[in-house]
C-alpha cells in the first residue's frame, strides 16, 4: 500500500503535459523531446526514491523529501508522454516541405574611388576628397575607409574607425613633418574595392598660402582677337612661397615658337606677337604650391573675314521680279555668319547695286527690275569682323521680257469754260484838274478773251493819242493825258467775245482852277 501516493501525484504532470504540442507546427522542435530522454535513468530510480519517501512519510521522520519527489515526477513524465504525442508527430511529414529558394547571385565589390585629391592641409591634419566609384553594382555602397601610411613604410593606417559616406575626410592627430600616403578604398557586402591612392605623398605642414588665380572679368567669356592682332593678357594669382606656374593649349604642352609666357611672383602674361587663327583654343593656367592647385581655363578665338557663299542659283524669274538661292560658304572666319549682302547689275550700264544688306536669309527675292533689261546677281557673306572679300556670282542672267501692254490715256470729259464779259469792277465818277493827267480802271472776265472798247459820250476814241488804253489779265484802264475843260463827259468800257458784251460807264468831271485877284496882281 505504501506505493498508492505516487500515482496521484503524477496526474498534474499529464494534464500540464497536452498544452506543450500547441507550439509544435515546426519539424524543428524534435531535437528538444531528446533532451529529456536522458533523464531516463531517472525513471527507473523514481520508484526506489517513492518507496523510500512513502516509508519515512508513515514514520514522520522525512517530510523534506516529498517535495523531491513531486519535482522527479514531472521529469520522469515527460518521456511517458511522448507516446501520447506521437500522432501529431506523424502527421508533420504529410506536409511538403518549402521549396528552398535560389540563392542571390555573389555580391561584388564597387569600383575603385575616382580623383583622390588634397583639400587642406596644417601641421596635424590632413584634408582630402574624392568622387565616388564609376560602378557600384546592385550591392550598394555601405561607406568608405581612408587609410595612410608614411613614406617608406608599408604599414597602412586606417584613419576613420568606422566607414564614412560623404567624399570628404580630415585626418587628424598627425606629426609635423611626416610624408603620408594617402589611399581610399570603398566598401559594400562584396567586399573591398581597388584602392584609389594619391599620386605623391603629401607633407603635413602649415601652408602659408594657398595658390589661387584672380582671371580678370573680362577673359572669363571668349577672348575674340582678329587675325594679325597682338594679344597680351595679364592673367594675376596669389600664393606663397612662389608658386609653380604651368601652360597648357587643349591639354597640350603650349609652342613656344608662337607663344611667350613671362611669370613674375604675382602674375603670368601669354603674349603673341601676330595672332593667327591656329591660336585659337582653350588655354589652361595651373598655379601650384606643393600639393595644393588651382586652375583657370581661358577660351581664345582669332577671327577673320569669312569666305564668300558656296554658289548662287538665280532660280525663277517673273514679271518684274527674281529669286535667288544661295549656300553657307564653306569658310566663316572662325565666327558665325552675321548677315548676307545682296547687289545686282544691269548688262548695260555694268554697275553693281545694293539691294539687301544685313540679309539673315539663305533665299531672296529682287524686284523692281527695269523691263527689257538683262540683270546679274552677287552675295556677299558677314561675320563680325566685316563683309567677305569676294562674292558668290550667279551663272545665269535675269532677263525681264517686254510685256505687250498700250497704254490707254484716261478718257475726261472737257469743261466748257466758255462765259460772257462781266466786270467785277466798275468805273466810279471821278473829278479831275484841267492839265493834271488822270486814269479811269476797271476790271472784266470772260472766256474767250473780250475784246475791250472805251466810249466818250457813246463815240468810240478809238485811236485818239491824247488817250491811252491798257488791258492785262482783265484789268482795263484808260489814262487822259492833261485834260482840258472838253475833256469830261460820260465814259464807257465795253467788253465783247462770242459769248456776249457787257458795258460800264462812269461821269467824268475836269475842274479848272480859278485864282484870286491878289494873285493876279502879282
Known amino acids: 500500500m505504501p506505493g498508492k501516493p505516487a500515482p496521484i501525484k503524477k496526474s498534474p504532470a499529464k494534464q500540464a503535459a497536452p498544452k506543450e504540442p500547441e507550439p509544435q507546427p515546426e519539424p524543428e522542435v524534435a531535437p528538444p523531446a531528446e533532451a529529456p530522454a536522458e533523464p531516463a535513468p531517472a525513471e527507473e530510480q523514481a520508484p526506489p526514491a517513492g518507496e523510500s519517501a512513502d516509508a519515512p512519510a508513515e ?45 542571390p547571385p555573389p555580391a561584388a565589390p564597387t569600383s575603385a574611388p575616382l580623383d583622390l585629391a588634397v583639400d587642406d592641409v596644417s601641421d596635424s591634419s590632413l584634408t582630402v576628397t574624392w568622387q565616388a566609384p564609376e560602378t557600384v553594382g546592385d550591392s550598394g555602397l555601405d561607406g568608405y575607409t581612408v587609410e595612410y601610411c608614411k613614406s617608406g613604410a608599408s604599414d597602412w593606417v586606417v584613419a576613420n574607425e568606422e566607414l564614412t559616406l560623404t567624399t570628404r575626410y ?45 582671371l580678370p572679368r573680362a577673359l572669363r567669356a571668349t577672348c575674340v582677337r582678329q587675325v594679325g592682332e597682338q594679344i597680351n593678357l595679364v592673367i594675376p594669382f596669389m600664393g606663397k612661397p612662389k608658386p609653380a606656374v604651368s601652360w597648357l593649349k587643349d591639354g ?7 607663344v611667350n609666357i613671362r611669370n613674375s611672383d604675382r602674375d603670368s602674361i601669354l603674349f603673341i606677337r601676330s595672332s593667327q587663327r591656329e591660336d585659337s583654343g582653350v588655354y589652361e593656367l595651373s598655379v601650384k604650391v606643393d600639393s595644393f592647385e588651382d586652375k583657370a581655363l581661358l577660351t581664345l578665338r582669332v577671327v577673320e573675314l569669312p569666305g564668300p557663299p ?48 544685313h540679309y539673315h536669309r539663305l533665299t531672296a527675292t529682287v524686284s523692281d527690275l527695269i523691263m527689257g533689261n538683262s540683270f546679274s546677281f552677287r552675295v556677299f557673306a558677314e561675320n563680325r569682323v566685316g563683309v567677305s572679300e569676294k562674292a558668290a556670282l550667279t551663272k545665269d542672267l535675269a532677263f525681264i521680257q517686254k510685256t505687250g501692254i498700250a497704254y490707254q490715256p484716261p478718257e475726261y470729259q472737257e469743261h466748257d469754260f466758255s462765259e460772257a464779259p462781266r466786270f467785277t469792277t466798275l468805273l466810279t465818277d471821278r473829278a479831275a484838274t484841267v492839265g493834271y493827267t488822270t ?69 467824268l468831271e475836269v475842274k479848272q482852277v480859278l485864282l484870286g485877284e491878289t494873285e493876279k496882281g502879282k
Open 170 to 214: 580630415c585626418i587628424k592627430n598627425l606629426t609635423a613633418g611626416d610624408l603620408l600616403l594617402v589611399r581610399v578604398v570603398a566598401v559594400n557586402p562584396g567586399g573591398r574595392s581597388e584602392p584609389c591612392a594619391l599620386a605623391a605623398p603629401v607633407p603635413v605642414r602649415e601652408v602659408g598660402e594657398r595658390p589661387k588665380i584672380r
Open 310 to 357: 558656296a554658289s548662287v542659283k538665280l532660280v525663277d524669274t517673273w514679271g518684274f521680279n527674281a529669286a535667288l538661292e544661295w549656300t553657307p560658304p564653306k569658310d566663316n572666319g572662325n565666327t558665325e555668319i552675321t548677315g548676307y549682302t545682296v547687289q545686282k547689275a544691269d548688262q548695260k550700264t555694268g554697275d553693281w547695286f545694293t539691294v539687301l544688306e
Open 59 to 103: 514514520d514522520g521522520s522525512a517530510p523534506a523529501d516529498a517535495p523531491a519527489a513531486e519535482d522527479a515526477a514531472p521529469a520522469t513524465d515527460a518521456p511517458t508522454d511522448a507516446p501520447t504525442d506521437a500522432p501529431p508527430a506523424e502527421a508533420a511529414p504529410v506536409e511538403e516541405p518549402p521549396k528552398v529558394p535560389t540563392p
Open 252 to 258: 597640350q604642352p603650349l609652342d613656344t615658337k608662337r
Open 439 to 507: 486814269r479811269l480802271l476797271c476790271s472784266v472776265r470772260g472766256s474767250p478773251k473780250p475784246k475791250i472798247e472805251w466810249l466818250k459820250n457813246q463815240m468810240v476814241i478809238g485811236n485818239d493819242p491824247k488817250y491811252r488804253q491798257l488791258s492785262n489779265q482783265g484789268i482795263c484802264s484808260l489814262e487822259i493825258r492833261k485834260p482840258c475843260s472838253f475833256d469830261g463827259g460820260i465814259y464807257t468800257c465795253r467788253a465783247k467775245n462770242e459769248q456776249g458784251e457787257a458795258a460800264v460807264s462812269c461821269k
